[in-house]
């Protein structure tokens, strides 16, 4: 099992730049795919990035492409994702997740594809 931890998150302004950061343990990075999801208030849990093994694939959701970047380190076991120009709807708790996979260069993109998942890190971007 991976244990996943968020960081990063808090008060931005509008228009304003955020990093989130997430520390995989228990397993190698360079054996998850991994993704980033968010969840505003009543709403459902909404896919935001993801990316390969190798780090050479990512996808995003139109909503942030353009806007947000996601990378990784698998030297540090860490992910991150590096939002700028956040808007007031980009508000929301930004999960983590993994998943364990033999193909270097897949990405997932849906919810039911991960196994693991951190405790979220909240965002909240503000006039």
């Known amino acids: 099992q991976v244990q996943l931890v968020e960081s990063g998150g808090g008060y931005v302004q509008l228009g304003g730049s955020l990093r989130l950061s997430c520390l995989a343990t228990?397993?190698?990075?360079?054996?998850?795919?991994m993704g980033w999801f968010r969840q505003a208030p009543g709403k459902e849990r909404e896919f935001v990035a993801t990316?390969?093994?190798?780090?050479?694939?990512?996808e995003y959701s139109k909503s942030v492409e353009g806007r947000f970047t996601i990378s990784r380190d698998n030297g540090k076991n860490t992910v991150y994702l590096q939002m700028d120009a956040l808007k007031r709807e980009d508000t929301a708790i930004y999960y983590c997740?993994?998943?364990?996979?033999?193909?270097?260069?897949?990405?997932?993109?849906?919810?039911?594809?991960?196994?693991?998942w951190g405790q979220g890190t909240q965002v909240t971007v503000s006039s």
């Open positions: 997740s993994a998943k364990e996979f033999m193909l270097v260069h897949t990405t997932l993109r849906n919810f039911d594809d991960f196994d693991d």
């Open positions: 228990g397993r190698a990075l360079s054996n998850l795919v």
């Open positions: 990316i390969s093994r190798s780090g050479d694939f990512a």
